[in-house]
């Protein structure tokens, strides 16, 4: 599980992502004021289990903060069961696509949810790769019109396209479905959220953290040495999946990559404060160690060029 905090001049989000249900009994039964909360992916483990008695437990865990804060989903592999009607039928989602992509702005931020699992469960059609291409294509377009009112583009999906954990998921081939397409050429997302600069990807899948150097096609783009997030010629990655379920953490690769900042084995939850239209606050805070802030970095863009990474 993950989510997200905001106020209206500036956002704050709290990401928590993969939450079983037993995990969830530890979950905050309140929240400050003005937090908005996102999910993208793998609910409960799972929520079509005992005839859907698990989501129905789910539900009632975290009904103290959902019912009282808008609660933004986005489904994740472990919702796929009988095409995806749990996730469909328990969530209400902004748009007519049945909450599996849509977005909403947040302050000074326009936040993109979409499902990176229409790459892999193609027999509930293959017409939903396309037309959610096209949705995210017309949505950034619309997003770069309004940068100045709302500058960061963020996007939220459950898979990542790059990941140094020590399994075979997605995001560790060269080729991944997600960031290159079907049959690595067909509506892939890297190049579409490459062009309408998409400043910051949230993901989830992996029960680990990871923040990336800003990255394009396997190529580090730094702001500079000193500042590597500072005017970034590259879209930021977060890889946050570390909130706690029952098939526990995912272990990393045992040489990180190139392309890969920082990495934490450890469960726990970011934050994510949009203080202004140039300032982004990331941190990553350990349950493990009770409370203790693991990463901590600014991203920083500029308000004028937004839309091209030079």
Avoid at 158 to 182: I, Q
Wanted: proline share 6%; net charge neutral; hydrophobic share 35%.
């Amino acid at each position: 599980m993950r989510s997200l905090y905001c106020c209206w001049s500036s956002c704050c989000l709290l990401l928590l992502f993969s939450l079983g249900v037993h995990e969830a009994l530890g979950a905050p039964s309140a929240a400050p004021e003005h937090v908005h909360l996102s999910y993208p992916g793998d609910f409960a483990y799972n929520m079509d289990q005992d005839n859907a008695r698990v989501g129905d437990k789910f539900m009632q865990l975290i009904e103290p903060v959902a019912a009282s804060l808008p609660y933004m989903t986005c489904p994740g592999n472990h919702e796929e069961r009988y095409n995806f009607s749990n996730y469909k039928a328990r969530f209400s989602m902004p748009g007519d696509n049945e909450g599996l992509w849509y977005s909403w702005d947040l302050g000074p931020a326009h936040i993109i949810s979409f499902s990176t699992e229409v790459y892999f469960f193609l027999h509930y059609g293959r017409h939903l790769v396309q037309r959610q291409f096209r949705w995210l294509e017309s949505d950034l377009q619309k997003a770069n019109k309004n940068r100045a009112a709302r500058p960061w583009i963020i996007t939220m999906g459950h898979r990542p396209m790059y990941c140094s954990n020590a399994d075979l998921d997605d995001c560790t081939r060269h080729e991944s479905k997600v960031r290159k397409g079907l049959h690595g050429k067909l509506y892939g997302l890297e190049d579409l959220f490459y062009k309408y600069g998409v400043d910051l990807q949230l993901w989830a899948h992996e029960h680990s953290y990871e923040r990336l150097w800003p990255i394009y096609n396997y190529q580090v783009f730094n702001g500079s040495q000193e500042m590597p997030y500072t005017n970034p010629r590259g879209p930021v990655h977060i890889i946050t999946g570390s909130a706690g379920c029952e098939e526990r953490l995912t272990p990393f690769a045992v040489f990180p990559r190139p392309w890969s900042a920082v990495r934490v084995k450890e469960y726990g939850y970011t934050r994510l404060h949009v203080l202004n239209g140039t300032h982004v606050h990331i941190q990553q805070v350990s349950d493990d160690q009770d409370g203790k802030i693991v990463d901590d970095v600014w991203v920083v863009r500029p308000l004028i060029g937004r839309m091209m990474y030079l």
